[in-house]
């Protein structure tokens, strides 16, 4: 563009003349503001004022032309569009990669899953069902999530999915890939997403079939169990309207339920009477932390209520007729019955101090206590792996399994409470509990409870499900 500095020139020139001639008739207004009479200093105060605005008016003339008057050019260019044939064959030369995700169905089996993943490739399954580390994809749990990459005619490329060790083991997924020389398995670890689930639910059966009801997984029920076992006895103190509330961990990936971790907080109102209990976090306990009331006082009592989760009592602690030898005489323990293999635990931390058979008990083990106390367990098919005498178990370990060695009718579990070495009613005795928070800890405590507190109100108007992150 080309500017005109002519008429640029001019304009200036024209603006220095009329500052010049609006100067002079400034300086007239204020010799007459000086040397005249007051009427006329009004006037010429005023010619002044008007003076000013007509010399900065002048002073804002735009310096630019006006763009009217600038040149205009068109400029057409002709743009050349790619030829679809051209595309569609290069699209046809290329291969091409699909990536599909299903879910596992009931009843689904390793081939009807890789067909549903567009997977058509006989070496890639028998490469999952033989190597030691693919062969855990065969874990097909529904509703698991599966993901493969394949080319168009089914050849696997790439195939993922997350397992577990176990219940409560870390999670981990399992890759499959095509290398020029086959496939190739490894694990690595998997990212879990941590979500905080809220329940609650009304007993008119069984607990089972309530917690069902609610969608709460079978390990956070026995982890419920175990939390209030020292309380209640759930094999006979349920009553119809009982009422729970729940607040624990489940991890996910991809949207796929993994597993369920720790409860958080949990509330159980038996028979009129309330239980509660929330998870406080303790770096000096071996556990990470544990469960208390919501007036900071440990749950953990010195023995189990029970060492079996569900039973009943078949005999208890007082006098009867012998069932073998018919004579009568005091029982001096409680009887368990239970089906064979049902898991016994060990009702408080201890060492084994005795492990074998002992004539009438069957197979036997003694656990001793702190001070005076002791407990013993007969008639068991068999001990938990790794248990000796002087091993160290802590409350709930498992010991070993119901059975009926010895002098015994049926299954059942033979256990006594100890003390000083003789025999004592385990159910008319009252443990002390473990020891209560310290003061330090009792306002981090506070705020954990008042956080759960409200999710149980949350939680009491209903029965429905409640989730959050």
Known sequence: MRIDYSLIIKSCQSMLQAGLKHSKNMLRAGQILVDSSPKNRVISSVALFFAVCAFGAAAVVPLTPDISDLPVRSVAEEIRLPDLSEQIASLETEKHYFMR???VRLGDTLGTLLARLGVDDAAAAAFIKSDSTAKAILQLKAGKLMQAKTDDSGVLYWLSTAVSEGREGPARDIVVTRTENGFTASTVGAELER????RAGYINSSLFAATDAAQIPDTVTGKFV?????NVDFRSDLRRGDHFNLVYETFWQN???VRAGRILAAEFVNGGKTYQAIWFEDAKSEQGGGYYSFDGKSLKRAFLKSPLEFTR?????SMRVHPLTGAWKQHKGIDFAAPTGTPIRAAADGTIEFVGNRGGYGNFIIVKHWKPYSTAYGHMSRFASGIRTGSKVRQGDVIG???????STGPHLHYEFRVNNAQQNPLNIDMPNARPLAAGELQQFRAAAADMEHRFS???PGIEKVAMK
């Open 401 to 407: 399994y119901v059975g009926t060695t010895g002098w």
């Open 313 to 317: 009592i078949s005999s208890g602690f």
């Open 255 to 257: 949207g796929s339920y």
């Open 195 to 198: 979500r905080i689930e809220m």
């Open 226 to 230: 175990d939390m209030f076992s020292t």
């Open 458 to 460: 949350l939680l009491n």
């Open 101 to 103: 995700e299903e879910r």
